[in-house]
């Protein structure tokens, strides 16, 4: 099993709130990823990291921000919730760029 | 063309049936490839590597055709646990910071 964590796992709440999504991996592992999976749809890349305070955008456009101050910890925020960030949030953090990844069991978010 | 390109199914088949998909990337310099499982409402995971011609793992197999640029994935004796999602994941085009892009997927239902 992988060390990678997620929490909270499940959160609603209300239209506006700024909220953080927290993961976190005892792997040492230098690359991290976060990615927005619907339910039945494919996975969209929205944030990696290559390392500490080293982060860029990923394919699909997110109002998301992301930090990396610590190596084993790669929080996402959103400023403002809205109803259209309801969604499933994946952490990944693998030990090379072209390597397998693992994940973390998700967050699912759900903005009312 | 999508980098990469899988059957999304699903796949209705019966236990002991043997299951093959395939899965075509466009990235021809790729060295590295994936076959992730994901379960319903669960993070992927990682089934197996391929890093040559091919990998085999019990009742698994992974196949790679360089020259036609497909990789696929054969499960022989299906149980009615290997009902779930297969992701083909394949580095990106100039993979470098980005790494890995994850396919569609794939739906298999194994059936009484």
């Known amino acids: 099993e992988a060390d990678i964590y997620q929490t909270p796992r499940y959160l609603v709440i209300g239209t506006g709130k700024k909220i953080t999504l927290e993961c976190s991996q005892t792997?040492?592992?230098?690359?991290m990823y976060w990615y927005q999976q619907d339910p039945g749809m494919e996975l969209h890349l929205i944030h990696y990291?290559?390392?500490?305070?080293?982060?860029e955008k990923g394919d699909l456009s997110s109002e998301s921000t992301v930090s990396r101050i610590r190596t084993e910890h790669f929080p996402l925020t959103l400023e403002s919730a809205r109803p259209s960030h309801t969604s499933q949030y994946l952490c990944?953090?693998?030990?090379?760029?072209?390597?397998?990844?693992?994940f973390g069991p998700g967050t699912r978010l759900t903005v009312t | 063309r999508k980098e990469v390109e899988q059957d999304p199914g699903p796949f209705n088949v019966p236990e002991g049936a043997t299951v093959a998909f395939n899965c075509t990337y466009s990235?021809?310099?790729?060295?590295?490839f994936f076959w992730y499982r994901q379960d319903c409402r669960k993070e992927p995971k990682l089934l197996m590597s391929?890093?040559?011609s091919g990998n085999e793992d019990g009742r698994f197999t992974a196949q790679l055709n360089r020259a036609s640029q497909y990789i696929s994935l054969l499960i022989r004796d299906s149980k009615l646990s290997d009902s779930a999602t297969y992701l083909c994941?394949?580095?990106?085009?100039?993979?470098?910071?980005?790494?890995?892009?994850f396919g569609s997927g794939t739906r298999l239902q194994v059936q009484p």
């Open positions: 990944a953090s693998s030990p090379g760029g072209g390597s397998e990844q693992y």
């Open positions: 792997m040492g592992h230098d690359k």
């Open positions: 990291s290559y390392g500490v305070n080293s982060t």
């Open positions: 990235n021809s310099a790729s060295q590295s």
């Open positions: 391929v890093y040559s």
């Open positions: 994941v394949v580095p990106l085009r100039g993979a470098g910071r980005r790494a890995l892009t």
